[in-house]
């Protein structure tokens, strides 16, 4: 069964420290990879994906399969950068459902 | 566009009460998903439709929920009898199956509290 898995449920980090959100995942099949991010009264919404290998308002993260994690992460937080942040694997043979992990809540200090 | 459109935003009931939820997904997309988000359980996968057809309802919890969707622009969900424990943010999001992997879209959310 596949599973996604955030250890922490919330972060908390002063502006312009590094941030690392965590995800494992347990997957059968080759796995898709994304994180999702909620904004204080926005919708959720896409952050990135692994296949495209981006940068997204400075935020990376790279799959590792020998780990199974795909941790997200950013040099220098910043405030705007608080929000709930979700990491979601999809099921490719499945329309596209998403499996999400229970969220880190990132908290950034001035 | 005004993206997935969901009704009710909040919605207060007292236990064994009917809550309906509705959702209008962007135009064009052909899969729709229900989620459920609480503290302590995260975002859970009710149920999913592509091409309205119900897909997978494994996710739904217990013959109390059930979901419809009637044509390309409209689902329901509903809860009969409302439950305390239902209280949770219920989301609809839309995707094109064709289109990016895994990007969902999602509604704003509708806030049930069961009292």
């Known amino acids: 069964a596949q599973r996604v898995t955030q250890p922490e449920k919330l972060l908390s980090v002063f502006k312009g420290a590094p941030v690392e959100l965590k995800c494992n995942y347990s997957y059968s099949g080759s796995p898709e990879l994304f994180w999702y991010v909620q904004y204080s009264r926005q919708r959720l919404q896409l952050l990135l994906r692994?296949?495209s290998r981006e940068s997204i308002k400075g935020f990376t993260a790279d799959l590792n399969k020998g780990e199974t994690s795909f941790h997200l992460k950013k040099p220098f937080a910043q405030e705007e950068d608080s929000a709930m942040y979700y990491c979601a694997l999809s099921h490719l043979n499945a329309g596209n459902m998403l499996t999400f992990g229970g969220g880190t809540r990132l908290m950034v200090k001035p | 566009d005004a993206g997935v459109i969901q009704s009710p935003r909040h919605e207060v009931t007292e236990m064994g009460q009917e809550v309906t939820l509705r959702c209008k997904p962007i135009?064009?997309?052909?899969?729709l998903f229900w989620y459920r988000q609480t503290m302590m359980r995260g975002l859970e996968l009710l149920i999913y439709?592509?091409?309205?057809?119900?897909?997978?309802d494994s996710g739904m919890p217990e013959d109390r929920f059930s979901a419809k969707m009637p044509n390309a622009s409209f689902s329901t969900l509903k809860i009969q009898p409302s439950e305390p424990r239902d209280s949770a943010v219920y989301f609809c999001?839309?995707?094109?199956?064709?289109?990016?992997?895994?990007?969902?879209?999602f509604g704003e959310g509708s806030r049930l509290t069961v009292l």
């Open positions: 692994h296949i």
């Open positions: 999001a839309s995707s094109l199956v064709a289109g990016w992997a895994g990007e969902l879209f």
């Open positions: 439709f592509n091409n309205n057809v119900p897909i997978d």
């Open positions: 135009s064009g997309h052909n899969s």
